[in-house]
Nanobody
């Protein structure tokens, strides 16, 4: 069984930064893809960034250059450093792990970008 716990969300002004972290339980972290998704009010959940078990990183176009994803297989964590935040980045951010047999989601953490 895998549990994902996100942390680091909050309220930040436009242009500011936040760092999200996701901690995973269980033993399949190192053999799984892991990533961040977000869901804004009234919109579908969308990809933010992912990193494969081989370390290949993928970003959504609107986040590339502003967000940085990193994983630590020794700690079973994946972080998302978000810089130059915009009001349109306001959303609930979810961690997702794609294991060998199934997919797991965290409970989400709210990020609000507002002055």
């Amino acid at each position: 069984q895998v549990q994902l716990v996100e942390s680091g969300g909050g309220l930040v002004q436009p242009g500011g930064s936040l760092r999200l972290s996701c901690a995973a339980s269980g033993s399949i972290f190192s053999i799984s893809a892991i990533g961040w998704y977000r869901e804004a009010p009234g919109k579908q959940r969308e990809l933010v960034a992912t990193v494969s078990k081989e370390g290949v990183i993928k970003y959504a176009d609107s986040m590339r250059g502003r967000f940085t994803i990193s994983r630590d297989n020794g700690k079973n964590t994946v972080d998302l450093q978000m810089n130059s935040l915009k009001p349109e980045d306001t959303a609930v951010y979810y961690c997702r792990l794609d294991g060998p047999l199934r997919r797991y989601w965290g409970q989400g953490t709210q990020v609000t970008v507002s002055s």
